[in-house]
């Protein structure tokens, strides 16, 4: 008999559901691929470190709530959270050598079978910079390092949950803008 790890509450008072729930979520959590990069769908801290404890994989978590919207900002944070040190030189490379190179010699002994990397609270105005496609680029290349030496890598992201308040201002002049279709 395989041996679960202790479910979280879904706020239910069924004992059965709950444990149903839980066997769903860490057994679908098999269908994602063991090099995945995408956004958390419907995944919390909770259901992934359960997830990460159950299956004996590392979990790696950063908040990047209440950071300024930069390439450093969000790398710095992930530095001071993982305790990868500080940042030297060309940023990007030098998070890219701390969290594979460097991290894998350390640990060769003992390395994971795998690792979970939540990145919680993006801001939404760097989602759609240059910036946060060259933080994706060097998420892709740390999980294909660690893809190739046999060990999954799988980076979760969520953005940050901001109010938007309206804004109130008189139009005064129509503007006709041409209508653009990005997705010819």
Known sequence: MKNHAKSYSINTQDETLDKHYTYFIKHSFRLIPKNYLGSVKNLDYNSLANIANFYQYNFLY?????????????????CESLELGELSGKKLQCFYSKITHNFYEKNIENLPIGFIFLLESVPDAMMLTDTWISLLECFDEIIEFWYSK???????????????QPLSFKLTKRINLPDINLFK
């Open 62 to 78: 950063a908040n990047c709530l209440n950071i300024e919207e930069t390439k450093i900002s969000i790398l710095s944070r992930i």
């Open 150 to 164: 046999g060990h999954s890598f799988r980076i979760f992201y969520s953005r940050k949950q901001e109010i938007i």
